[in-house]
């Protein structure tokens, strides 16, 4: 199955199009592994030539979780794991991955959770404000 989604807009100079495929490259991604073995899911990365601006940008497919060369399916079932308490090392030989991008992902879940906590006190302060100014 291969996945050539075409862009909306031009991530350089925000053109709506015309776009030119410039090239299209089979490679593989982590995705979640089966009985305790490493998996890996191929597809296609498009790069797309924006006619406006002549610059080159890629797409990878919809289910893919950039930066890392993972499913967004493997990045929620890291997720899980280490929610359920399981160590860096063993999620890490069971996806195939190493510990350091395990790592990383821990360190982005928790960036993500303190953002929307940060956002969430933003919110109430203003709805405490609001109300108190309305009394």
């Known amino acids: 199955m291969t996945d050539h989604p075409m862009p909306q807009q031009c991530p350089f100079c925000q053109a709506q199009g015309p776009f030119k495929r410039h090239a299209l490259r089979e490679t593989w991604w982590r995705d979640v592994p089966t009985e305790s073995r490493p998996r890996v899911r191929r597809g296609h990365m498009v790069r797309w030539r924006c006619v406006t601006c002549q610059q080159i940008h890629t797409i990878q497919p919809h289910w893919a979780a950039p930066p890392r060369r993972m499913t967004q399916e493997l990045a929620r079932w890291i997720q899980r ?55």
């Open 81 to 135: 794991q280490l929610a359920q308490g399981q160590p860096i090392s063993q999620i890490a030989q069971a996806s195939g991955l190493d510990g350091k991008t395990i790592r990383s992902v821990r360190q982005d879940l928790e960036s993500m959770r303190h953002n929307q906590q940060a956002v969430s006190q933003i919110a109430c302060g203003r709805f405490l404000h609001a109300s108190i100014e309305s009394t």
